[in-house]
């Protein structure tokens, strides 16, 4: 189970890489249009919008792979100096804090997704129905919550990580 999850936070994070290369090209084009407003062109309706959106998504995809591959900034100012047994303790109840806190987001962000939907409430220029941010986010909290329940089987020895895996060179 946890290869599939590996697997399956990699895919988000790709997932996550072209939604930023889709914003970067939309707002490419959409500060091009306005510089050519004389010969016709203009900015791209909504730009900002899809802005928002598009990058609350592609975090929420990025951020499962970030954390399996230990991508996430820490502070070693005390770290470093504690035993072996300290440091795997303060690793596991990091770690077990966060899988909560991604569990109450998750959940939290489904409410709200389901409040946005009942109420019909969408973007001012281009009238997108909000609730498909927050069902997209979603999908990226739920791999999310994936990760961290994969990582912390591993932690206890109930899973292990894929063959080959590596994380960022100093992470712990």
């Known amino acids: 189970m946890t290869a599939f999850v590996y697997r399956l936070a990699y ?3 790709i997932v996550g890489g072209i939604a930023l290369v889709a914003l970067t090209l939309m707002s490419v084009a959409s500060v091009s249009g306005r510089a050519l407003i004389s010969i016709g062109l203009g900015p791209v ?3 900002f919008e899809l802005v928002e959106v598009g990058t609350a998504i592609a975090v929420f995809f990025f951020l499962p792979w970030t ?4 991508g996430h900034a820490t502070v070693d100012l005390l770290y ?5 047994w300290g440091k795997k303790a303060i690793v596991i109840v990091s770690d077990l804090l966060m899988l909560a806190v991604w569990l109450i987001m998750t959940w939290k962000l489904y409410e709200g997704m389901m ?3 009942e109420y019909l409430e969408t973007t001012f220029i281009l ?3 909000i609730w498909w941010a ?8 739920v ?3 994936m990760a961290y329940i994969a990582k912390t089987l591993t932690l206890f020895g109930i899973g292990k990580e894929p063959a080959g895996w590596t994380t960022e060179a100093g992470v712990h």
Not at 67 to 70: N, V
Not at 80 to 84: D, S, T
């Open 67 to 70: 954390y399996l591959k230990g």
């Open 45 to 47: 309706p909504g730009d």
């Open 143 to 145: 791999i999310g919550c």
């Open 11 to 13: 895919w988000s994070a």
């Open 115 to 117: 409040e946005k939907k």
């Open 127 to 129: 009238a997108m129905p």
């Open 134 to 141: 927050y069902a997209a986010c979603l999908v990226g909290a």
């Open 80 to 84: 470093m100096h504690l035993p072996a």
